[in-house]
């Protein structure tokens, strides 16, 4: 599986999951996002995730149909 790194800014401690998905390229925008971590389709290190707002930070990893997003 390749994971793709989406950095943070220097100013952010975190990034909220459906803007992380939608920085990677899984979605084209935040409520696809939004449906699909509802509906239990997104895992975030290794487990299912529904909460959009879930605040990553560096190092966590978040997957999608065989895509993987790290926090870098």
Known sequence: ???????L????EFIRLDSLLKAGGAFPTGGQ???EIQNGNVTVNGEICTQRGKK???GDIA????EAFEVD
């Open 1 to 7: 599986m390749k994971t793709e790194k989406i950095s």
């Open 33 to 35: 996002a939004k449906l």
């Open 63 to 66: 997957e999608y149909h065989g």
């Open 56 to 58: 990553l930070r560096k």
């Open 9 to 12: 800014r220097p100013d952010e």
